[in-house]
C-alpha cells in the first residue's frame, strides 16, 4: 500500500502562470478524470493524463496532527479502458490542466480546472510526512487541505460553478 500525504492550497495571484512558462522542467497536461466510487471511505477514480491512463484507489483521510495521510493504490491501465470506464463514472467528470512545476525540491500541481469548475485554480504539494517541512512559492495562497469542498471527488457533487462565492 503507497500513503498519499498531500497539502493543497489556492493560489493567491497569477505569478504560477510565469513559473509555469519558465521554470526549467515544468510542463502541463490535460487531464480528464471520474469515480466510480466517490465515497470518502473507499474512492475509486479513472483518469487520462495525457497519454497515459490510471485506476486509483484511495482510503479515507487519516494520520497524526495534519490529517492529510491516506492509502492509495494506483495502476496504469490503457487508455481506451479508461475511456469505457469514463462513460461508467458519476457526472459531472472533472476536466483539467495540471501544470508540474519544481520549486526548491518539490514540484507543485497547479490544477486549473474546467466546464463545471471553470474559475477553480488549486496548488498541491506531496509529502513524505506529515511534518515535512517545504518551500512555499510567492503565488501560493490559503491552504485548503481541510475543507473538503476542494477534493475532487466532492467537486463533482458541488461543482465550484455552483458555490456561493
Not at 7 to 26: C, S, Y
Not at 149 to 161: D, G, T, V
Request: glycine share 8%.
Amino acid at each position: 500500500m503507497g500513503i498519499e500525504i498531500e497539502r493543497k492550497f489556492l493560489v493567491a495571484n497569477e505569478g504560477w502562470r510565469q513559473d509555469a512558462e519558465n521554470t526549467p522542467g515544468a510542463h502541463s497536461t490535460l487531464m480528464c478524470q471520474g469515480y466510480l466510487s466517490s465515497n470518502a471511505d473507499r474512492i475509486v477514480r479513472v483518469r487520462i493524463d495525457g497519454e497515459q491512463a490510471f485506476l486509483t484507489i484511495k482510503g479515507r483521510a487519516q494520520g497524526g496532527i495534519d490529517n492529510i495521510s491516506r492509502g492509495e493504490w494506483e495502476y496504469p491501465i490503457p487508455v481506451a479502458d479508461a475511456q469505457d470506464l469514463l462513460k461508467l463514472c458519476e457526472q459531472p467528470l472533472i476536466e483539467k490542466t495540471r501544470y508540474r512545476i519544481p520549486h526548491e525540491g518539490h514540484v507543485w500541481e497547479v490544477d486549473e480546472f474546467f466546464a463545471e469548475n471553470a474559475g477553480l485554480i488549486v496548488a498541491e504539494v506531496e509529502l513524505e510526512s506529515e511534518q515535512q517541512a517545504f518551500a512555499r512559492p510567492a503565488w501560493l495562497g490559503e491552504e485548503v487541505s481541510h475543507d473538503k469542498r476542494y477534493a475532487n471527488a466532492n467537486l463533482l457533487r458541488h461543482p465550484f460553478s455552483q458555490w456561493d462565492k
